[in-house]
């Protein structure tokens, strides 16, 4: 299944209103995109000893990401082989064997079936070689760690991949220079998950609804690239730009080397990753950032965010109780919770929030309808780009 070509010199509007309200449409998407494109697990740092985990929903698909005794990740189905059942949750160490907790059915950490409680009255004819885990692949891009529902999958890891290695990338996750914050930081959203995608490609919008965070980049002076159905961001502007951490916006100016694109002038990394479908990457000179976002529903989506700093820095960091809309009784960030205006708050990612859960509202109105976009690489071309990828696997019903 090609990619689109490139960014579009007309961009127009190609998904249809009911792509963002209908959940039908997004049933189609958990089978028809979700369940058959590579879907973020976590970080090679995550998997440090044989028996750990992470559980990852991909479209209808429960599955397992595990380190093997040998060392090698595996992905699984996170189901037993006799009824079903779910295996392990969350992420965590599963020891040195997976144990169904139904009724005790035991698994190797690669997939074997080990034991089997009063097999011999039971189930006197099991083939226990022949009933193994059902198996997913799994693939490494820069310790970020992927996996497919299925084993051998239609469109190979290299080429989801595609020229991604191409591009520079300012740090290196599993080096010990850098560590994690400890706060799982989970935002709740009032809008379609795609209605959240669109607002982060779209470059027009920087320096008007952020003007007093951001500060910007005007359209020409930020471009996205293509690579296969990926995007990058680059800002070729920095002076103005604001920061929550005003000591760190020399570093981020002098970035990482440049390169030129169309005669434009922009660091040797990308300011924002889009990974198609569903994965936001935000690498810069103090940190990074890892986005993924989880449609609940319709018009509920679910942000978890990862951020990284380097040693001794984290106290930069956000903390998840100091992130506006933080509820306390659930864990995450809500905009029903919020004890000022948006605007007011200082906060770039509260004002994406409040436009898109503005946006998802708007779209109920039977009145909705979207106009021109803006071209170039800077304006909304990549908001067209985006909805060809999904196009791809999700078709407008006939």
């Not at 963002?20 to 998997?47: I, M, N, Q």
């Amino acid at each position: 299944m090609p990619a689109p070509a490139t960014l579009p010199d007309k961009p127009h509007q190609r998904l249809p209103g009911e792509a963002y309200t209908s959940g039908h449409w997004l049933e189609r998407e958990h089978k028809e995109l979700f369940s058959r494109t590579w879907a973020f697990a976590g970080v090679l740092t995550d998997f440090p000893e044989a028996g750990d985990f992470r559980t990852v929903q991909a479209g209808t698909h429960a599955l397992i990401v595990i380190k093997g005794s040998d060392g090698e990740l595996r992905g699984f189905h996170n189901i037993c082989r006799h009824r079903g059942t779910e295996l392990l949750e969350g992420c965590g160490n599963a020891g040195k064997t997976i144990m169904c907790p139904y009724h005790n059915w035991v698994y190797n950490l690669d997939g074997r079936l080990r034991g089997v409680p009063a097999q011999r009255e039971c189930f006197p004819d099991l083939d226990k070689k022949s009933t193994t885990l059902f198996g997913a692949a799994v693939g490494v891009f820069r310790n970020l760690v992927f996996v497919h529902p299925d084993s051998e999958p239609e469109e190979s890891f290299e080429a989801w991949v595609s020229d991604l290695e191409s591009v520079a990338w300012p740090h290196d996750l599993s080096s010990s220079d850098l560590e994690e914050n400890p706060d799982d930081i989970v935002y709740e959203i009032n809008c379609n998950w795609k209605v959240f995608a669109e607002n982060a490609l779209d470059g027009y919008h920087l320096a008007y609804l952020h003007k007093e965070t951001l500060g910007g980049p005007l359209h020409d002076k930020n471009i996205w690239e293509t690579f296969g159905r990926h995007m990058v961001w680059w800002s070729t502007e920095r002076e103005g730009v604001k920061h929550r951490i005003p000591q760190f916006v020399e570093n981020a100016a002098k970035g990482s080397g440049t390169k030129t694109v169309n005669g434009a002038t922009k660091p040797g990394y990308g300011g924002v990753y889009m990974l198609f479908p569903t994965t936001l990457l935000t690498p810069n000179p103090w940190g990074f950032s890892i986005s993924t976002m989880e449609p609940l529903n319709a018009n509920t989506t679910l942000l978890r965010v990862r951020n990284w700093a380097p040693k001794g820095w984290m106290s930069y960091t956000y903390r998840a109780k100091d992130i506006p809309g933080y509820d306390a009784d659930s864990g995450r960030i809500k905009s029903s919770h919020w004890t000022k205006h948006p605007l007011d708050t200082g906060d770039f990612q509260t004002e994406d929030i409040w436009v898109c859960e503005k946006m998802q509202r708007a779209l109920r109105s039977p009145m909705h309808q979207v106009g021109r976009l803006a071209h170039g690489s800077g304006g909304e071309a990549a908001l067209d780009f985006f909805q060809q990828c999904m196009l791809e696997f999700v078709p407008k019903s006939t």
